[in-house]
């Protein structure tokens, strides 16, 4: 079979879409490394200056980045993990169980898809106001532990990848369902899983509408959160808020730095079972 190979065409599209796709990060860096009088000249710059550690300080301290990014952490990775499992087990019961009601059930959870959330934050405001759970992490974290979108996905998932004959062997061997889930299921979801983990982690760290009306600066604050911190005040520095927002970038890169090969893994081996 003849291996395919990349010509000189193919590096100068890529070259031009890589640069296109890194160019708001690099510029952010070097808005972040200026003041903001040199930012409203123009041209802006577009190179780096001598101002980002003092920048970065500036945010750290002002926006309280440092319990912005831990609570975010423990926001973006709860949600994620939430909704990879209970998608997967909801995906897998429409997929390969036979109930009735199935299929309305299934389409009531896809029709979910087409509310807009904001018809949902004042009834649910004044659910956690009456839980008292107003300024804390789990106004955030438990009314996205599940997506519809995650339990589609999976669905569709499992159906193509999940042969139902594989479900009636193990049960013919005496296997229980929660058997069948963590020893046939799962392996065979953990490519979808990973990047519908992925998916809803990048979704609940940049998520903003939810939290600003949940959390508050001064209490529980996730990085969105904090970050309206530093575009306060008369006139707003520039250069303080994109070192904010450097830093609220920064983890999400490391992430796809150290799991970017099993995310895109986990995406191929999907698509070959597919």
């Known amino acids: ?35 903001s009088t040199r930012l ?7 190179w780096f200056g001598g101002n980002l550690g003092r920048n970065l300080s500036v945010a750290w301290t002002d926006a309280n980045m440092g319990t912005a990014l831990l609570n975010t952490v423990i926001v973006a990775g709860t949600v994620a993990a939430g909704t990879v499992v209970f998608s ?10 036979r109930f009735r009601g199935s299929r309305v059930l299934l389409a ?29 992490l789990q106004a955030v974290v438990l009314p996205t532990l599940v997506s519809a979108f995650g339990v589609f996905f999976m669905r569709q998932y499992l159906a193509q990848a999940l042969p139902a004959e594989l479900v009636e062997a193990a049960r013919t061997d005496g296997a229980s369902s929660l058997r069948i889930v963590w020893h046939v299921v799962f392996p065979v979801a953990r490519p979808a899983m990973a990047v519908l983990g992925m998916l809803t982690f990048v979704m609940a760290w940049n998520d903003f509408f939810w939290p600003i009306v949940a959390l508050t600066q001064n209490g529980s604050p996730t990085v969105q959160v904090a ?22 970038t920064l983890p999400l890169l490391l992430v796809f730095l150290l799991f970017g090969r099993q995310i895109v893994g986990g995406i191929m081996q999907g698509a070959v079972k597919g």
Do not use: C, H
């Open 88 to 97: 997967t087990l909801a995906g897998f019961a429409f997929a390969r169980l």
């Open 227 to 248: 970050l309206t911190g530093l575009g306060r005040g008369y006139v707003p520095d520039q250069s303080v808020i994109m070192a904010g927002a450097l830093l609220g």
């Open 108 to 136: 009531l959870v896809v029709g979910t898809m087409l509310i807009p959330p904001q018809l949902s934050v004042v009834p649910l405001y004044m659910l956690i106001a009456e839980l008292s759970w107003t300024d804390r």
């Open 40 to 46: 409203a000249r123009t041209p802006p710059p577009f």
């Open 1 to 35: 079979m003849r291996a395919l190979r990349a010509g000189r065409l193919t590096y100068a599209v890529l070259g031009v879409f890589t640069l296109g796709s890194l160019f708001p990060l690099v510029w952010t860096a070097i808005a972040a490394s200026r003041n």
